[in-house]
Nanobody
Framework: QVQLLESGGGLVQAGGSLRLSCAAS????????MGWFRQAPGKEREFVAG????????AYADSVKGRFSISRNNAKNTVYLQLNSLKPEDTAVYYC???????????????WGQGTQVTVSS
């Protein structure tokens, strides 16, 4: 069983930065690939970024490439998402999720956090 807790969201002006954290419980954190997703009002939840258990591979949605960066610290059971050059369209609730396979379909992630709100003002 893995429990995930996101933090670091907030209100920021366009062009600003935020760093999201996702703290995981359990001693098997390093065996899970981790993903960040987001859901804006009235829209479906979408993939943002993913990272393998050993940080050997990362992936990003085209909409965030070059602006967002995913990383993890297995000693701290934490995965991060650095958000730079934020745009109003990045406004959403951001979720982290854990999966035993690499970038499975959204509905095959094993564990989800409760989300953290990111609001970008113009």
């Amino acid at each position: 069983q893995v429990q995930l807790l996101e933090s670091g969201g907030g209100l920021v002006q366009a062009g600003g930065s935020l760093r999201l954290s996702c703290a995981a419980s359990g001693r098997t954190f390093s065996s899970y690939g981790m993903g960040w997703f987001r859901q804006a009002p009235g829209k479906e939840r979408e993939f943002v970024a993913g990272i393998t258990g050993n940080s050997g591979r990362v992936a990003y949605a085209d909409s965030v490439k070059g602006r967002f960066s995913i990383s993890r610290n297995n000693a701290k059971n934490t995965v991060y998402l650095q958000l730079n050059s934020l745009k109003p369209e990045d406004t959403a609730v951001y979720y982290c999720a854990a999966a035993e396979t690499w970038l499975p379909p959204l509905n095959e992630y094993d564990y989800w956090g409760q989300g953290t709100q990111v609001t970008v003002s113009s």
